[in-house]
């Protein structure tokens, strides 16, 4: 994560905990929502919120799982409605890894 004056960056995220296991194997829905409450924690750390959130940037493995996906980006910017693109790539770092985001937040406030 970087923040430049109002501006917050957060490079690729992923379902993986502090000991680096991946949350949700298998579950696309489930690796998503663990991701945004990861993002959520380090816009708290920057002075931010979810509200800020402009861009959602999502790597997929399977393209074909957008609709859970998009459920759970949907859960947490549902109010917010940030541009939002998601694309398939042929893999992640870790093949139990399903998805990764990125985000872009500005602060307004």
């Given at each position: ?36 409450e990861k993002i959520n924690g380090y816009l ?14 999502m790597y997929v493995t399977d393209i074909s ?31 139990e890894l399903l998805i990764e985001i990125e ?7």
């Amino acid at each position: 994560m970087v923040r430049t004056g109002n501006v917050i960056e957060i490079a690729g995220t992923t379902a993986t905990d502090e000991e680096g296991q991946v949350i949700g194997t298998g579950d696309p829905y489930l690796q998503t929502k663990y991701i945004f409450e990861k993002i959520n924690g380090y816009l708290e750390k920057a002075g931010a919120s979810m509200e800020d959130i402009v861009r959602t940037r999502m790597y997929v493995t399977d393209i074909s799982k957008w609709q859970e996906i998009g459920r759970a980006h949907g859960e947490y910017l549902k109010t917010v409605r940030p541009a939002a693109t998601m694309v398939e790539v042929s893999k992640l770092i870790d093949p139990e890894l399903l998805i990764e985001i990125e985000v872009t937040a500005i602060i307004l406030k």
